[in-house]
C-alpha cells in the first residue's frame, strides 16, 4: 500500500512540476511578445491557458507518433 501512495504522489509531483515549467515558460514567451510590441498585454491566467492548451496538444501529438513508429 505505501509503495502505491508513494507512486501515486512522485506522479503527481512530477506532472505538477511539468506543468509549472510549461506554465513560466509560456510565460517568459508572452511577456517576451510583450516587450516587442507584438501583445499589447497579459496576465499569468493567460499563461496558464496557453500551458494547458500546450499540454493537451503536446499530449495528442506524442502519443500519436509513438503508434506511427
Do not use: N, R
Request: charged share 10%; no cysteine; proline share 0%.
Amino acid at each position: 500500500m505505501k509503495k502505491i501512495l508513494l507512486t501515486a504522489v512522485v506522479v503527481l509531483l512530477v506532472l505538477a512540476i511539468s506543468y509549472g515549467i510549461i506554465v513560466l515558460l509560456t510565460g517568459l514567451g508572452m511577456w517576451a511578445l510583450v516587450h516587442l510590441g507584438i501583445l499589447s498585454a497579459w496576465t499569468w491566467k493567460q499563461a496558464a491557458l496557453w500551458a494547458i492548451i500546450f499540454t493537451i496538444i503536446s499530449l495528442i501529438t506524442g502519443k500519436s507518433a509513438k503508434k506511427g513508429e
